[in-house]
């Protein structure tokens, strides 16, 4: 049991699961989703189902997994994704063709001239969304390509192929998949004024250079202590006045961000909640053309990637580890439209 047996106070009466989030959104609702659950675990598959029209592959569709070898790209368990995903009408979000993380091995060790480096990265980009032309609604097609300071990460696109790797990222993908929507992501953006601005002078450059960026993903891995709800509303304000489609992609609410020994409360659930409403109120400020959707990081608190990555008690999700509906799913979906 995460945090003993306290609980926080009993959902109304008024927050039912039926119907699901996404019947209650003008955007899609979605969720990165484990296909190791998805089709071992039947109250999982059932509560993704219901309340979720947006999926966002946690793991299967990054590198080291679609490209285990320089000549060998392997689409098989990906491609169980996206035939559930079609058998179930919901929309695929791809994530990610370019990030410095969860690279197969072969790639980091890659050694070659500059014009074999990009030669690779082509082929990578291309073979993956060639593979999934009109399968998925969207990618993000570089994750995480900022530190925190503003400057580019050190990462072995920079490194051997220079800044211009970005543009080159999309206009490979856009190629090859001229339909999908193409996505910048990244964290932290409403923390780090520097890293927002420079976030902001990139897109602003590629945008004005007519290179295809059609979106902005704000990850959201947020708390209940940062950023403030003023820091929130001006990053989402500030970055959608580049025009772009906003996605908040990987939106969880931690509510141990200093890692204490505290027990889950209604106080720790209500201050979750109203983090979450305040989110969600700032995005419905955006233009409809422009509200791409929003993404939950992982279906329940069970799944969450935070209490293993930082060894800590939290509860960042809408469910509870029993699939059980928090006070914050309850808030969210009553301020639905
Ligand atoms: O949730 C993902 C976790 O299962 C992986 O172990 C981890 C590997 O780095 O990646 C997690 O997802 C990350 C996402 O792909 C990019 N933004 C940060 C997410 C949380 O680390």
Redesign the pocket.
Known sequence: MLFGSCQPEAVSDDCSVVPGLYNMASFPIGV?VDLVELENNQAYEALLDQQFNQLTP??IF?ADALHPGQNQFNFLVADRLVAYAEQENKSLHG??LI?H??LPQWMEGFSGTRSEWEAMFKDHIQTICSHFKGKVRAWDVV??VFNEDGSLRQNIWLEHLGPSYIEKAFRYAHAADPEALLFI?D?NLALSSKKQEAFYKLVDDLRKRGVPIHGIGL?M?ISIAFPSDDALGSCIEELAKLGLAIHLS?VDISINPYNRNITYNTDLANRQARKLAYLLQAYQRLPEAQQYGITF??LSDLES?IPS?FGRNDAPLLFDRDYQVKPVYCQFKKLLP
Request: charged share 20%; net charge negative; proline share 0%.
């Open positions: 990165a946690e793991n990054k994530h990610t990030w993380q969860q994750n995480e992501n964290y990850q891995h990987e990081w992982g990637w990555y």
